[in-house]
Nanobody, 122 residues
């Protein structure tokens, strides 16, 4: 089991910045990737950015946030971050932290945080 606790959401004006944090605890050594997703009202949850943990894979971003958002991780704090710059109204959504784990037998599980609201509005 992995527990995820997000923080850092809020209200920001267009063009502003926010940094989201996601603190992981529990069986963190089984985590293979961590990611940020978001879900806007009336829309499906979408992947925003993903970072491999156990391999040398590259981070990936959805096209709409490339050049504006940066995903990073502090392994000493077991915390994932999402730095969001030049925010737009269309970035308004509930943002969720995700951790994917894999056991030695190959069983994969997804864990989710509770979500944090980001609202971009003047």
């Amino acid at each position: 089991q992995v527990q995820l606790v997000e923080s850092g959401g809020g209200l920001v004006q267009p063009g502003g910045s926010l940094r989201l944090s996601c603190a992981a605890s529990g069986n963190i050594f089984s985590i293979v990737t961590m990611a940020w997703y978001r879900q806007a009202p009336g829309k499906q949850r979408e992947l925003v950015a993903v970072q491999p943990i156990t391999s040398n894979g590259r981070t990936n971003y959805t096209d709409s946030v490339k050049g504006r958002f940066t995903i990073s991780r502090d392994s000493t704090k077991n915390t994932l971050y999402l730095q969001m710059n030049t925010l737009k109204a269309e970035d308004t959504a509930v943002y969720f932290c995700n951790a994917r784990t894999r056991t030695y037998s190959g069983s994969i599980s997804d864990y989710w945080g509770q979500g944090t609201q980001v609202t971009v509005s003047s």
